[in-house]
């Protein structure tokens, strides 16, 4: 999560999130569930009023050494796809030079958008460097409502990737930042193409694994929610590779619970 937060800690940590070449593959996704439609249903511009969530799939339990996630879609097609376009309407992502990514002493566009909203209240420090995230917009705070309804967790700060195409990709890192507070859950919500989303245990990267932990990949649908629980980012990494077949937009937020005051010396 650091790599969007500031210049300065992109400089200091270059491998992190570096883009790794990553094997193309056809998504695991269902055709119909590749992007959204062209043609929208009419609904209201207000925010519809929803005392209680109830997840349009059961969850489903995703289980490994080390990884403890639970998967389902949240939003059936037509309020997934209005979150989709009121997000595309009001979301506002960075620009200039936190667009860049510094690898092996080159900036790099990152390969995707990014933005963070959050509490006032909130900080990040990075190498010295603080950041605040935008205020929370309606839809945002919607979201992340439904998501601790659905949940029970709560959330302070979101970080949005909106991918245009299967181009545009994240590479392998963990969410495993100082701020977080210890132990909390990671919500991943999807919504627009559905696109692999690739656990790989810390042991079985690279060239020369010392163990042989077969990769776990999860097709994210449209309207999906995904809980990262400990301690999975502790022990697993996660990627979204490229899928150059895939010619629709996603975006992806993850809600997160960030320690409200931390001192840095
Ligand atoms: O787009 C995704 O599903 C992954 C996003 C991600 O890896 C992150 O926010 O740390």
Redesign the pocket.
Known sequence: ?DKFLVRGALKLQPEKRKHQPEEEEEAGCAKEENGTEEKRPRLPMALPDEPRVICATPWKEIRAEGLDCNYTVLFGKAKADWLFQELEKEVEYFEGEFTKLHVFGKWHNIP?KQVTYGDSGLTYTYSGVTFSPKPWIPVLEHLRDQIQLATSHTFNFV?I?R?KDGHDH?GE?R?DERELVPRSP?A?V?LGAC?D?VFRHSTSRGKRPSRHIEPIKLP?QHGSL?MMNFPTNRYWY???PIRKKILAP?I?L?FRKVMAHRIVT
Do not use: A, E, K, P
């Open positions: 999560m995707r970080l990737n991918y994240i890192h969410d990671i991943s999807s696109r989303f994210l995904l996660h990627s979204l996603r992806n993850t």
